[in-house]
């Protein structure tokens, strides 16, 4: 809450002061505490967004590093049923056709997840809950 100061130590509320003096008192006092909430909020909120944006560039680069490991180690494989005596083109084909099947399988197991994935229910049934109440609230019931 750098620049504003909210001071709980004030002198106490003389006696004679009048209504208007205490509301515009006390609006100030909560303009300045909404400011200062906004400020730790959006100061919070910055940390947070740098954590993720940090978070978020470390795991762009472990996965191109995973993907070149993927190609490199497939190569190795397949160079590996060469030594063995297969042909090299039926090394690496049986190499990347086992990968396909990986891929399928990924693929199989993405789309059952997606397909369960449902809007978010309970949450639509307590907003119109809330808009009722609201609604009723301001029609005076």
């Known amino acids: 809450m750098s620049g504003t100061k909210v001071s709980m130590n004030s002198k106490p509320p003389d006696d004679d002061r009048s209504i208007g003096q205490l509301v515009a ?18 100061a919070e909120l910055r940390q947070a967004a740098t954590s993720a944006a940090k978070g978020g560039a470390l795991f762009v680069v472990a996965g191109l590093l995973g993907y070149v490991a993927i190609i490199i180690l497939s190569a190795a494989a397949a160079l590996g049923l060469t030594a063995l005596g297969l042909h090299p083109a039926v090394g690496f084909a049986a190499i990347g056709g086992a990968q396909l099947v990986v891929c399928a399988i990924l693929a199989y197991a993405g789309m059952r997840n997606l397909r369960k994935a449902r809007p978010p229910e309970r949450t639509k049934h307590t907003l119109e809950q809330t808009k009722q109440v609201v609604a009723r609230a301001s029609d005076g019931r």
């Open 25 to 42: 008192s006390a609006t100030r006092d909560m303009s300045d505490l909404v400011r200062g909430e906004i400020a730790l909020a959006k």
